[in-house]
């Protein structure tokens, strides 16, 4: 729940919420890659383990590091149509990327000229925090990035919260915890952090209606 009192951290997921995603572009061009005889449920490639779902073992373990990016291109590619290479399934992953747009990068520089300290909580793999540092500079405002690939954890395991928790000092009560999954908001909410969900184009303005009465964001 939001309340009008002034935050003085935020904690923001990355994929959904600040860099939109479009996750039919990878499906799709996976499914160019696989052999007719075989789909992309089947292949545990589908638009919920791509969300975070974890419904796919490949997919968890590439996001909490415990598999290297060539072993993850290794795993598609045996699945894949002979003579597909690991050049394609680079592309194809990175294909439901679409960054950040200008509104959200607008944001994060009035939030740090407003003084919030940012930080950036998310669950990602080694490929797309490649591309994200690549193409979201706005993201060198955060003060941590917490990427599941390097701390070895996922959300919405307890142990993600308690380890930023610990390794910035922040206090839950005074931060704003937003993500786009209601389970990872669920369990932000037991550490007492304040949370948004962000599961509507229109967050941005809730969080400056509700929190910021002094930012003005552009549109």
Not at 205 to 212: E, K, T
Request: hydrophobic share 40%; net charge negative.
């Amino acid at each position: 729940m939001l309340a009008n009192t002034r935050s003085k951290n935020i904690l923001f997921d990355l994929g959904g919420v600040l860099i939109d995603l479009d996750v039919r572009r990878t499906l799709d061009a996976f499914h160019a890659l696989l052999p007719p005889s075989l789909d992309l449920h089947t292949a545990s490639l589908t638009a919920n383990s791509l969300l975070g779902g974890h419904d796919s073992e490949l997919i968890d373990r590439y996001q909490t590091g415990d598999i290297s990016t060539d072993e993850f291109i290794r795993a598609i590619l045996s699945v894949c149509r002979p003579g597909t290479t690991a050049e394609q399934v680079r592309e194809a992953w990175f294909a439901m990327l679409l960054g950040m747009p200008q509104e959200r990068c607008q944001l994060l520089h009035q939030l740090a000229e407003q003084g919030y300290a940012i930080y950036v909580l998310s669950n990602i793999n080694e490929m797309h925090v490649e591309w994200t540092l690549a193409h979201c500079p706005a993201l060198r405002l955060a003060r941590r990035l917490f990427f599941s690939n390097e701390i070895h954890l996922a959300k919405p395991d307890p142990r993600c919260y308690e380890l930023v928790l610990r390794e910035t000092g922040i206090r839950p009560e005074e931060t704003i915890y937003i993500d786009d999954l209601p389970a990872n908001i669920e369990a932000g909410q037991a550490f007492g952090f304040r949370t948004l969900l962000a599961d509507t184009p229109s967050w941005p303005d809730q969080l400056h209606q509700s929190l910021l009465p002094n930012v003005q964001m552009t549109k």
